[in-house]
């Protein structure tokens, strides 16, 4: 097992929980880096919770931990990523776990499972320690997702998220109340020369240019068009 790669090659990330991209029972700290579920004292739980990170990630490699300040319980307490069109609450449908219940998102659950388009499998043994740090690596170069449990690799979890064509955000979610996570190290790393050109180019664009008389190869301004049409490629690679 390797240790995790944040201090390999990697720089500090700039993001933070989205305020305005979450479940109505997750409330944020005033810094957005540490998240509360369900802290209605009045109801037990509302269902399953999520945030998203402020974000979303289209080429490079991206690093990101999450502390659990209190031993996970309950149905469901998961860490993860997924498009803009993962669920954020899940409503009156009974708890369930909410990263990975379609193909929108994929989560790994404290439990030990990892869940995708609905679908679970085994990955590694459940964790139920106060204070345990789960790391996330996701490599858009190779289209891998990795986790990390206090720094050791859990080994490859998903594989072909190259081939999503969307932003991709961290996700947490839970059904437990007053669980408490905690975000910690964020770091990034660009992988190859066209990774380093789209994350020049993106910072330099405006809005509105139009990028197909750019002279660029065709796959750069799709990756462009990615970033530019979510109205993200000034949030993608500069300060948040």
């Known amino acids: 097992m390797t240790s995790h790669p944040g201090r390999l090659g990697h720089t500090w990330e700039h993001w933070h929980w989205d305020a305005e991209a979450k479940s109505t029972a997750v409330q944020l700290s005033p810094c957005q880096q540490a998240v509360y579920f369900h802290t209605n004292m009045l109801l037990e739980s509302e269902g399953s919770a999520g945030v998203r990170g402020t974000k979303g990630f289209c080429y490079g490699e ?12 309950g149905t469901s307490v998961m860490v993860g990523l997924g498009t803009k069109q993962a669920l954020l609450h899940s409503g009156k449908t009974p708890f369930l776990n909410l990263l990975g219940m379609d193909g929108e998102s994929w989560g790994l659950s404290y439990k030990g499972s990892l869940w995708h388009n609905g679908k679970s499998r085994k990955y590694t043994e459940a964790f139920y320690d106060k204070s345990t740090v789960i790391g996330v690596l996701l490599d858009l170069e190779s289209g891998a997702l990795r986790f990390y449990r206090n720094g050791i690799s859990l080994g490859l979890a998903f594989t072909g998220l190259d081939k999503v064509a969307r932003p991709l955000y ?17 770091t990034h790393r660009l992988t190859s020369l066209q990774d380093s050109c789209l994350h020049v180019i993106s910072k330099s664009i405006r809005p509105q240019a139009h990028l197909d008389s750019l002279p660029l190869p065709l796959s750069m301004c799709e990756q462009l068009h990615i970033t530019t049409n979510t109205g993200q490629h000034q949030k993608l690679f500069g300060q948040v």
Not at 64 to 73: N, R, T, V
């Open 62 to 73: 991206h690093y990101w931990e999450i502390e659990f300040i209190e031993p996970p319980y």
């Open 170 to 186: 961290p996700l947490v979610s839970s059904t437990a109340p007053e669980t408490e996570l905690r975000l910690g190290l964020r």
